[in-house]
């Protein structure tokens, strides 16, 4: 069997959190609206409609592009890119294509670099609903704003294409604010490019893509399968083309949807209808940015001496980090960050971040979950014994997670110690 290298690159699509749509006053909040509710000429491009632009999805786009440390463009224009699809009413979409509002950024992810290739603005298509032997058109999206993040080829599995999608989520959604992110109702949506070579950092002659999928695990387990699809085809000498296809969740397979296009196929123009766009640099500059995840979590580390572990965990939820900050600057103690992380971290909240009230839960169900747990990490268990306290709060994180429901923390973390001990 020949040996392969996997060539990766993402593409995603996420919607902004606008009042209105890309390009005329309808609300972006189309979601669960009765169908074709949310529409007007612009959007359904009747003729003599003209677009204008959204000011705040343009700023929201450069937002997003400067975390990714991207070059942000002064100069940069629409364009019409043409496909006959029902759900594009004009027959082209306005977006961009050799002048975006920002290029060539990356993210650091497992102490690698990801390059990101662009950043661009465009309009949503509307959506089809397929029921019975019919299918139906909803134009509510049509015309939602909707930035594309595309990356360089840098990815050769899945882990990293699966943290590096978490990051970005949680950028996005959390510490931006730009876009709610919702991957259920489509306002996040992943799309991985991949090839197979058999020279490593050879670009091969093919890219198959696989299209619109919601969520981070669906996104790995897609990856899995197409590297292990190719390399059986590519085995028995089968010439791979440009493709796209589908996931079927329920199955977990890919399937093919169509001859994936070129550029070419698009016939890209300049929009007519919107004047390019030319931004100072000084303006540019003076984007700020809020505290990003990852100085968030070196801050933490370092001036507040949390573990990585309580670090990590605070973070990955910004009203957690907020409320840690809060009651940390009110005991204005540092010797108290770590027990104020671990209260913060051990306790399960409502939507407005009010402490729940522990559940009564079976005495069985909690041991039998600590013996799962403790089998299931020794190293954690052996760091315990040597006297590493941490170790100790990861497992017990672990056993809540297990459990799946709120509990009394000083009894299980009780109960933990007597199951550890019993066991030296």
Do not use: W
């Amino acid at each position: 069997m020949n040996k392969y290298f996997p060539i990766i690159g993402l593409e995603i699509h996420v919607e902004l959190n606008t009042k209105s749509k890309m390009f005329c006053q309808c609300s972006a909040d189309y979601f669960n609206k009765k169908p074709n509710s949310v529409v007007c000429p612009v959007c359904l491009g009747l003729p003599g409609a003209l677009p204008v632009p959204n000011k705040k999805a343009i700023e929201y786009t450069q937002f997003i592009a400067k975390a990714l440390n991207c070059k942000l463009n002064q100069k940069s224009k629409f364009d019409r890119k043409h496909y006959f699809y029902p759900d594009l009413p004009k027959g082209y979409q306005i977006s961009q294509y050799d002048q975006p509002f920002a290029n060539n950024g990356f993210l650091l992810i497992n102490n690698k670099k990801f390059r990101i290739q662009r950043v661009h603005l465009e309009e949503d298509a509307g959506k089809l609903i397929h029921k019975s032997n019919a299918t139906y058109v909803d134009f509510n999206r049509a015309g939602v704003p909707l930035v594309e993040i595309v990356t360089k080829p840098d990815f050769d599995n899945s882990t990293d294409i699966k943290d590096f999608l978490e990051y970005l989520h949680l950028l996005i959604q959390q510490y931006l604010k730009v876009s709610n992110a919702n991957m259920e109702e489509g306002s996040m949506r992943l799309e991985p490019n991949i090839s197979l070579t058999q020279k490593k950092g050879e670009l091969p002659d093919y890219k198959i893509e696989v299209k619109n999928i919601n969520s981070f695990k669906f996104v790995k387990k897609a990856v899995d399968f197409e590297i292990d699809r190719q390399t059986r085809l590519l085995n028995k000498n089968v010439k791979l083309k440009n493709e796209t296809r589908g996931y079927d969740e329920n199955k977990a397979i890919t399937f093919s949807q169509r001859t994936k296009e070129e550029a070419k196929d698009y016939r890209y123009f300049p929009e007519p209808d919107i004047p390019p766009f030319t931004f100072l640099k000084k303006d540019l500059d003076q984007i700020k940015l809020p505290e990003l995840p990852d100085e968030k979590l070196q801050r933490y580390k370092s001036e507040l001496k949390l573990t990585h572990n309580q670090a990590l965990l605070l973070i990955k939820d910004v009203r957690k980090a907020e409320l840690f900050e809060k009651l940390t600057l009110k005991e204005n103690s540092l010797s108290n960050a770590g027990k104020i992380a671990n209260f913060i971290i051990n306790r399960a909240y409502d939507k407005n971040m009010k402490i729940l009230e522990p559940e009564q839960i079976d005495k069985q169900v909690i041991s039998k979950a600590i013996k799962v747990v403790l089998k299931s990490n020794q190293k954690a268990v052996n760091d315990y014994s040597l006297g590493k306290e941490n170790a100790l709060f990861f497992i017990l994180g672990q056993v809540i997670r297990v459990i799946g429901k709120n509990i009394n923390i000083k009894e299980l973390k009780s109960e933990l110690i007597k199951q550890i001990n019993s066991i030296k």
